[in-house]
């Protein structure tokens, strides 16, 4: 587990990335990475062009859409 401080950027807030922690996630300084938030979690991927992110977007909607009948089917 890696701690850091979310920190004001002009209008933004931005954080920092230890170089331990980018090594383990095979990520590099300059990278294109998709963001996705949900309640107290942000989730880091790295992009793998636009057909990858929207299927993922898609896989993510639909889980959090139907988890209770998913659940029930995985009995």
Known sequence: MYMTKL???GNSTG???SRE???EAGLERG???TLHAE???IEIVRSAGDGYAAAMAAG???ASRY???MAV???
Do not use: C, M, Q
């Open 39 to 41: 309640a107290g979690r």
């Open 31 to 33: 990278d294109e990475v």
């Open 60 to 62: 993510r909607a639909f």
């Open 73 to 75: 089917l995985a009995k």
């Open 21 to 23: 922690a980018l090594t």
């Open 7 to 9: 920190v004001r950027v």
């Open 15 to 17: 954080l920092t990335v």
């Open 67 to 69: 988890r209770r009948a």
